[in-house]
């Protein structure tokens, strides 16, 4: 079992930056791959980025892709969201997810192969 707690979220104004980080607890960290999704007001939950166990592939939403980065350490139990270039329509609440076994490479971004969610946390983006 793994439990989930993001941080780095917050108010930034549009073109600035923020990197949130996703805490995981367990022994087994590393066989899990992990995403990030966000949740807008009114909106459905979407997927944001994916990364495999190792770190070695990585997967983007096309709205993120060349503005943010995830990145896994699992020596220290985390992952990361790095979002650059923010925009207005960044806003929302961001969740990590913990997904074992793997979600095929076409799968990572349908949230019903991830397992565990985090509480998430807010960003916000004025323009």
């Known amino acids: 079992q793994v439990h989930l707690v993001e941080s780095g979220g917050g108010l930034v104004q549009a073109g600035g930056s923020l990197r949130l980080s996703c805490a995981a607890s367990?022994?087994?960290?590393?066989?899990?791959?992990m995403g990030w999704f966000r949740q807008a007001p009114g909106k459905e939950r979407e997927f944001v980025a994916g990364?495999?166990?190792?770190?070695?592939?990585?997967y983007y939403a096309d709205s993120v892709k060349g503005r943010f980065t995830i990145s896994r350490d699992n020596a220290k139990n985390m992952v990361y969201l790095q979002m650059n270039s923010l925009k207005p329509e960044d806003t929302a609440v961001y969740y990590c997810?913990?997904?074992?076994?793997?979600?095929?490479?076409?799968?990572?971004?349908?949230?019903?192969?991830?397992?565990?969610w985090g509480q998430g946390t807010q960003v916000t983006v004025s323009s």
């Open positions: 997810a913990a997904s074992s076994p793997e979600p095929p490479n076409s799968a990572y971004d349908l949230s019903g192969w991830y397992d565990y």
């Open positions: 367990g022994r087994t960290f590393s066989s899990y791959a």
């Open positions: 990364i495999n166990w190792s770190g070695g592939n990585t």
